[in-house]
């Protein structure tokens, strides 16, 4: 331990976390933020002292990083845990602390009366400083232990952290951003759907009054975890304030046997003292080199033809083969067979469940169809859902009893389908035997791994079991990677409802969004960059109607918006228009040109005014940026306004051009566009004036997406 043995400081990059623990103590942070060189712990625990206030405990009630039920804190506690009613007040003390380096810290507490040890899991990425934090929960008495709620850790919340952000959404609507007016008391959000959900991602963001994109102070919260989830902020009427993120558990959901230990998922926090987007980058960084396996990183990401918008459920060859045809011919790279290819499956209500080909559309097995595939050139990945199972299905009819389930309680029907009881392992065994046997016979590369209902009803003989089928998920995964160490997957479930830093330490990136119109993924995208890379992020170029909102927009905005993310498509090329085709083409050769900076470039949201979606990558040597700036909806003034390109180097000059569309025309000429050349060979602009004096939008149409490129010379 550093300091005096009551203290630990953890230092990674530029952040300090210092927790008070000394043995006997109740452990909690004294400090998280901004590198502390020199100063004192115990001049800090000097400088927050507080006070008794009158009217309320002789003493103030500390808090720690549980706020256990028997500590009396007046705001929720981050462990609430029993006996059959007795041993409800645990209060836990430091026993041991235990450091290997200045990153890591373990502090074991117990409490000797309800027989409970708590193990607090801490540590500061070097890399990233992101700080994540588990807890760990034995139970040393002679019988069951039933445990309500376990934060992952109770963390006290900066005073400046008034403005928070939290997120909703829906199906085809996720990472929506609801910001919440500064109050007095709790704000929870708990998730019950058996998965991340489309509408409680478990993640704030918080920052001061002033705080922006660029500048001022800032904190984000994430719970790595694909299952249920509770997370809160509580301010209480003393001024102190705490988040708290965990699994929630359904009535009994959780007892320990003796000696039994229970681990929960882990929180992930960060902070940035110079804007919301600095602290995204940080989150990057951590789940692209902490989190995710480096698969990814030895290839650049190719570019998808997904065949789902195209062809449904009609897998008639002749269109599959010719579609494969006219994907690579637009320059894809990899081409993914979705859902209706096996069993039963001519329609969303037979099949799930039986995971072979379907002898109906593949007579031959799916081998003639990979080997097109393949022979142009692609990758070939196959579209799965493995948790489910239909009514109307062999497996189904063989093993109506491997579902989950909760006696005398009808199913809530969803989609037509089932969740199979994958804490079972001959369920589990099964699917593995199917995934594995398809993925062994033939050359597939990549499986869509998608998840298509809520779970209301997790009940596993007689015991709710979404946690278990949670980590049981997590294992049928690993086994299947282990077992084909270069298949990459996707985290799908019915677009973003399975995104979470849990379910991408064993997946590759994430399905954002069923909705593929462009408007809305301009949202979509811009919330989910809070916690995710674009890299990671599905976007694709869809049909010119939505199927979902019914809008149309020009296939120019559709490649701009697909751009910034793992790029694809997914619309029935042959019924496109050669003119359609050609844009199309254009739009995947501009994306792979600069997909090493769109992918590995420092990531940027910009402040703009609410009719604007502007975003941007920095290449991390700033020798070259690319902006994408969308008017959304079109502006109350009679011009647009000027585009502030942050992240630049001050001191290099930047040739500044239009790189997309190819060429854009301005509502009224002339514009910004001749004056500075922007659709030809564009004018070597300063960087400092591009953040500073700012480049004036020419006048477009609403649903307009320009993407700028500047390069240092
Ligand atoms: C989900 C996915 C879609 C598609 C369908 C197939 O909705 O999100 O992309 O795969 O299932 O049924």
């Not at 209301?456 to 049928?476: K, V």
Request: glycine content about 8%.
């Amino acid at each position: 331990m550093s300091e005096s043995s009551d203290f630990v400081t953890l230092t990674a990059g530029n952040t300090s976390l210092v927790l008070n623990c000394a043995v006997g103590a109740r452990p909690c942070i004294l400090y998280w933020g901004e590198k502390l060189v020199q100063s004192d712990p115990a001049l800090l625990l000097r400088m927050t002292s507080r006070q008794h206030a009158p009217g309320s405990a002789d003493a103030e009630v500390e808090s720690s990083l549980l706020n256990e039920t028997g500590a009396g804190v007046s705001g929720s506690p981050g462990f609430s845990a029993h006996r059959n009613g007795t041993a409800w007040a645990s209060f836990f003390r430091v026993t041991e602390v235990r450091q290997s380096d200045t990153n890591r810290v373990e502090i074991v507490c117990e409490d000797k009366t309800t027989k409970v040890r708590a193990t607090h899991l801490i540590g500061v990425d070097p890399g990233s400083s992101v700080m994540t934090c588990q807890t760990e929960i034995e139970n040393i008495g002679t019988d069951g232990l039933a445990i309500d709620w376990c934060a992952s850790g109770n963390l006290p919340l900066d005073p400046r952290a008034k403005h928070l952000f939290g997120f909703t959404g829906r199906w085809s609507g996720e990472f929506q951003l609801e910001e919440v007016a500064p109050f007095l008391g709790s704000y929870v959000r708990e998730n019950k759907s058996g998965r991340t959900s489309h509408d409680k991602f478990p993640g704030l963001v918080l920052g001061a009054a002033e705080t922006n994109e660029q500048a001022g102070p800032c904190f984000a919260f994430h719970l790595g975890w694909s299952g249920n989830s509770r997370v809160r902020v509580d301010r209480l009427s003393d001024g102190r304030a705490f988040v708290q993120m965990g699994e929630y558990f359904f009535p009994g959901e959780l007892s320990l046997a003796p000696g039994e230990t229970y681990r929960t998922p882990c929180l992930f926090a960060g902070f940035a003292s110079r804007g919301f987007s600095a602290l995204s980058r940080k989150f990057h960084h951590h789940l692209k080199h902490t989190i995710m396996d480096d698969r990814i990183q030895r290839k650049p990401r190719p570019i998808h033809y997904n065949t789902w918008e195209a062809v449904y459920f009609d897998h008639a060859s002749d269109k599959l083969f010719k579609l494969a045809e006219k994907a690579a011919e637009v320059g894809a790279e990899r081409y993914i067979l979705d859902d209706g290819w096996f069993g039963a499956r001519r329609n969303d209500k037979a099949g799930l469940g039986d995971w072979w080909p379907s002898e109906d559309v593949y007579p031959e097995g799916l081998g003639p169809l990979i080997k097109h595939v393949t022979s142009l050139g692609m990758e070939f990945g196959l579209w799965f859902e493995p948790e489910m199972v239909n009514p109307d299905s062999e497996l189904f009819r063989k093993h109506p009893d491997w579902i989950l389930q909760a006696e005398g309680v009808e199913q809530v029907p969803f989609r037509g389908q089932y969740v199979l009881d994958l804490t079972r392992p001959e369920v589990s065994e099964y699917l593995f035997v199917h995934l594995h046997k398809l993925l062994s016979d033939h050359d597939i590369s990549y499986v869509k791994w998608d998840m298509n209902r809520d779970v209301h009803h997790p009940g596993s003989r007689g015991r709710p079991a979404i946690s278990r089928q949670t980590r049981a998920l997590y294992a049928l995964i690993d086994r299947v990677r282990t077992a084909h160490p270069d298949l990459e997957i996707e985290s799908c479930s019915s677009g973003g409802g399975r995104a979470d830093y849990g379910i991408l330490q064993r997946t590759d990136r994430i399905w954002t969004s069923d909705s593929n119109d462009a408007l809305d993924r301009q949202s979509i995208q811009r919330g989910a960059s809070h916690f995710f890379p674009l890299e990671i992020m599905g976007a694709h170029v869809g049909p010119e109607t939505c199927h979902i909102t019914g809008r149309r927009l020009k296939m120019e905005m559709r490649v701009a918006t697909a751009l910034f993310g793992h790029m694809g498509m997914e619309l029935n090329l042959l019924s496109e228009s050669q003119d359609n085709l050609n844009i199309l083409k254009a739009g995947i050769a501009l994306h792979k040109q600069h997909r090493a900076l769109i992918h590995g470039g420092d990531y940027y949201r910009l402040d703009t005014p609410g009719h604007v979606n502007a975003v941007g990558v920095v290449a991390p040597d700033q020798s070259e940026a690319l902006v994408s700036w969308c008017n959304v909806t079109g502006h109350n003034e009679t011009l647009p306004g000027r585009i502030y390109v942050p992240g630049l180097d001050r001191s290099k000059s930047y040739r500044t051009k239009i790189a997309w569309p190819k060429k854009v025309r301005s509502v009224s000429r002339p514009s910004v566009l001749e004056a500075l050349s922007l659709n030809e060979e564009g004018t070597v602009l300063p960087g400092e004036a591009l953040e500073h004096v700012g480049l004036q939008v020419p006048l477009l149409h609403p649903e307009t997406c320009l993407i700028y490129h500047f390069e240092a010379i």
